[in-house]
Protein backbone atom coordinates (compact mmCIF):
# COMPACT_ATOMS: atom_id res chain seq x y z
CA UNK A 1 0.00 0.00 0.00
CA UNK A 2 1.33 3.68 -1.56
CA UNK A 3 1.28 6.07 1.12
CA UNK A 4 -0.04 9.28 0.65
CA UNK A 5 2.47 12.34 0.75
CA UNK A 6 0.86 13.96 3.44
CA UNK A 7 1.27 10.63 5.19
CA UNK A 8 4.76 10.94 4.27
CA UNK A 9 5.64 14.67 5.42
CA UNK A 10 3.82 13.52 9.25
CA UNK A 11 6.31 10.32 9.34
CA UNK A 12 9.62 12.36 8.17
CA UNK A 13 8.45 15.30 10.34
CA UNK A 14 7.60 13.33 13.71
CA UNK A 15 10.90 11.47 13.17
CA UNK A 16 12.93 15.17 12.80
CA UNK A 17 11.17 16.04 15.76
CA UNK A 18 11.74 13.28 18.03
CA UNK A 19 15.43 14.09 16.94
CA UNK A 20 15.00 18.19 17.98
CA UNK A 21 13.89 17.18 21.76
CA UNK A 22 16.62 15.46 22.03
CA UNK A 23 19.31 17.12 20.92
CA UNK A 24 17.72 20.51 21.61
CA UNK A 25 17.31 19.37 25.43
CA UNK A 26 20.71 18.62 25.23
CA UNK A 27 22.15 21.87 23.59
CA UNK A 28 19.63 23.91 26.19
CA UNK A 29 20.56 22.16 28.69
CA UNK A 30 23.94 23.26 27.89
CA UNK A 31 23.93 26.64 27.02
CA UNK A 32 21.98 27.58 30.46
CA UNK A 33 24.34 25.41 32.22
CA UNK A 34 26.62 28.42 33.30
CA UNK A 35 23.48 29.82 34.89
CA UNK A 36 22.76 27.22 37.47
CA UNK A 37 22.44 23.16 37.34
CA UNK A 38 18.59 23.74 38.60
CA UNK A 39 18.02 26.32 36.55
CA UNK A 40 18.96 24.80 33.17
CA UNK A 41 17.30 21.37 34.31
CA UNK A 42 13.81 23.49 34.35
CA UNK A 43 14.24 25.55 31.10
CA UNK A 44 15.26 21.91 29.67
CA UNK A 45 12.38 20.34 30.76
CA UNK A 46 10.35 23.38 29.62
CA UNK A 47 11.78 23.03 26.26
CA UNK A 48 11.15 18.73 26.28
CA UNK A 49 7.71 19.60 27.54
CA UNK A 50 6.78 21.88 25.27
CA UNK A 51 8.10 19.98 22.23
CA UNK A 52 6.39 16.89 23.38
CA UNK A 53 3.05 18.67 22.80
CA UNK A 54 4.26 19.68 19.29
CA UNK A 55 4.37 16.46 18.85
CA UNK A 56 1.38 15.80 20.23
CA UNK A 57 0.23 18.23 17.67
CA UNK A 58 1.48 16.17 14.65
CA UNK A 59 0.31 13.11 15.65
CA UNK A 60 -3.12 14.25 15.88
CA UNK A 61 -3.07 15.60 12.42
CA UNK A 62 -2.15 11.95 11.62
CA UNK A 63 -4.76 10.56 13.58
CA UNK A 64 -7.69 12.58 12.65
CA UNK A 65 -6.94 11.97 8.81
CA UNK A 66 -7.35 8.42 9.49
CA UNK A 67 -10.59 9.11 11.38
CA UNK A 68 -11.95 11.04 8.46
CA UNK A 69 -10.86 7.97 5.73
CA UNK A 70 -12.39 5.92 8.43
CA UNK A 71 -15.54 7.64 8.44
CA UNK A 72 -15.79 7.87 4.37
CA UNK A 73 -15.61 4.32 4.13
CA UNK A 74 -18.17 4.04 6.83
CA UNK A 75 -20.52 6.14 4.38
CA UNK A 76 -19.89 4.31 1.12
CA UNK A 77 -20.96 1.17 3.13
CA UNK A 78 -23.91 2.74 4.70
CA UNK A 79 -24.94 4.48 1.33
CA UNK A 80 -24.31 0.59 -0.47
CA UNK A 81 -26.30 -0.71 2.18
CA UNK A 82 -29.50 1.71 2.18
CA UNK A 83 -29.31 1.23 -2.07
CA UNK A 84 -29.76 -2.67 -1.42
CA UNK A 85 -32.66 -1.99 1.16
CA UNK A 86 -34.54 0.34 -0.76
CA UNK A 87 -34.55 -2.23 -4.05
Known amino acids: MQKEKFDRIVSFLLGASWAIV??????????????????????????????LFLILALDAFSINR???????????LL?????????
Open 22 to 51: IFGALITFQIFSFLDFSLALFITITFIVIS
Open 66 to 76: EKYYEMKKQSE
Open 79 to 87: DKILSKDTK
